[in-house]
Nanobody
Framework: QVQLVESGGGSVQAGGSLRLSCAAS????????MGWFRQAPGKEREGVAR????????EYADSVKGRFTISRDNAKNTLYLQMNSLNPDDTAMYYC??????????????????WGQGTQVTVSS
C-alpha cells in the first residue's frame, strides 16, 4: 500500500523560500515517477513539477521554472520541492503524488494514482 506524507509547508513573505518533503512508503524510488501539485481556493489542481526516477528527468510548470526544484533522496524514500522566490500566487495546498507502475510520467494530474493529504503554503506580500 502506497502512503505519501507531506511536510514543510508554512507561511512566508514574498521572496522567501520553503522546502517541502514527501515521505513515501510502499513505493519504489528506483523506477517510479512522482510529482508535486497545488490547488488554490476556487481553482483546479495544477501540476507543479514531476520527476522520473529512472533517468532523473524533470518537468516543471512554466509558472515555477527557474524558482522551484524537484529532487529525491532514494535512501530516505523522500521527495522534495525546493521553492525559492515565492510570491503570493504560489499560495496553495501542495500535494505529493505518485504514478502507478507502468503509468505515464508527465505532469498531468490524471496520470497520478496515489496522493498525499497536502501541506499548506501561504505567501504574503
Amino acid at each position: 500500500q502506497v502512503q505519501l506524507v507531506e511536510s514543510g509547508g508554512g507561511s512566508v513573505q514574498a521572496g522567501g523560500s520553503l522546502r517541502l518533503s514527501c515521505a513515501a512508503s510502499g513505493y519504489t524510488f528506483i523506477t517510479g515517477c512522482m510529482g508535486w501539485f497545488r490547488q488554490a481556493p476556487g481553482k483546479e489542481r495544477e501540476g507543479v513539477a514531476r520527476i522520473y526516477f529512472g533517468t532523473g528527468s524533470t518537468e516543471y510548470a512554466d509558472s515555477v521554472k527557474g524558482r522551484f526544484t524537484i529532487s529525491r533522496d532514494n535512501a530516505k524514500n523522500t521527495l522534495y520541492l525546493q521553492m525559492n522566490s515565492l510570491n503570493p500566487d504560489d499560495t496553495a495546498m501542495y500535494y505529493c503524488a505518485a504514478v502507478r507502475r507502468g503509468g505515464l510520467c508527465s505532469i498531468r494530474k490524471t496520470n497520478f494514482s496515489y496522493w498525499g493529504q497536502g501541506t499548506q503554503v501561504t505567501v504574503s506580500s
